[in-house]
C-alpha cells in the first residue's frame, strides 16, 4: 500500500457548502441565511440565556454563597486505606511512604495541592510517611503503631491568647 492509494470510508468524509454561487446552487444569493433579522448578519446570533429583553435568569435570582479562590484541594486518604495497600502488597511497610509511592500504588490519581492524612481506620504497620498535611488524630495513630508523619502542615495551628486573630 502506498500513501496515494489510502483514501476514507465510503460516506465518511462530505463535500463542505459552496455558498453564494448562484442561484442554481440552493445556495446562492442569501447563502441560506433567509432575509435580513439578526441571525442574517455576521457575528448575530444571541447570546445563551438571552430572554428577548425580559431580566434572565441568571440575573432574576438572588446570588448565593462564596467561592474562595485561595482554597486548597487535598486528597484525602485514611490509615485503613494505607494498611489495606500494605496488606494487598502495592506499597511496601519497609520504606518511607510519600505521595508518589502512595500514587504509584493507587490510592490516588492526581496529587492536585497535597495529601492530607486522615485517621480513619487503624494502622498496623509502622511507616515513616511525608505528606503534605496531616489531621492529630492520624498523627497519634501512626506514632502508637510506631511510625512517624512528616507533614508540610500536620494540623491547624491553635489559636493562643497573645494571638490578634483569637476569638
Given at each position: 500500500m502506498k500513501l496515494n492509494q489510502i483514501?476514507?470510508?465510503?460516506?465518511?468524509?462530505h463535500p463542505r457548502k459552496r455558498l453564494g454561487r448562484g442561484i442554481g446552487s440552493g445556495l446562492g444569493k442569501t447563502s441560506g441565511k433567509g432575509h435580513k433579522g439578526q441571525k442574517a448578519r455576521s457575528g448575530g446570533q444571541r447570546f445563551v440565556g438571552f430572554e428577548g429583553g425580559q431580566m434572565p435568569l441568571y440575573r432574576r435570582l438572588p446570588k448565593?454563597?462564596?467561592h474562595n479562590p485561595f482554597?486548597?484541594?487535598?486528597?484525602?486518604?485514611n490509615l485503613g486505606v494505607l494498611q489495606q495497600a500494605i496488606d494487598a502488597g502495592r506499597l511496601d511497610g519497609t520504606k518511607p511512604v510519600d505521595e508518589a509511592a502512595m500514587q504509584a500504588a493507587g490510592l490516588f490519581r492526581r496529587r492536585r495541592d497535597g495529601v492530607r492524612l486522615l485517621a480513619k481506620g487503624e494502622l498496623t504497620v509502622a511507616l515513616a510517611i511525608t505528606v503534605t498535611g496531616a489531621s492529630k488524630a492520624a498523627v497519634a495513630a501512626v506514632e502508637k503503631a510506631g511510625g512517624s508523619v512528616t507533614a508540610a502542615t500536620a494540623s491547624k495551628p491553635e489559636k493562643t491568647a497573645a494571638?490578634?486573630?483569637a476569638a
Open positions: 483514501s476514507d470510508n465510503a460516506g465518511a468524509t448565593r454563597g462564596f482554597r486548597h484541594d487535598f486528597v484525602v486518604v494571638d490578634p486573630g
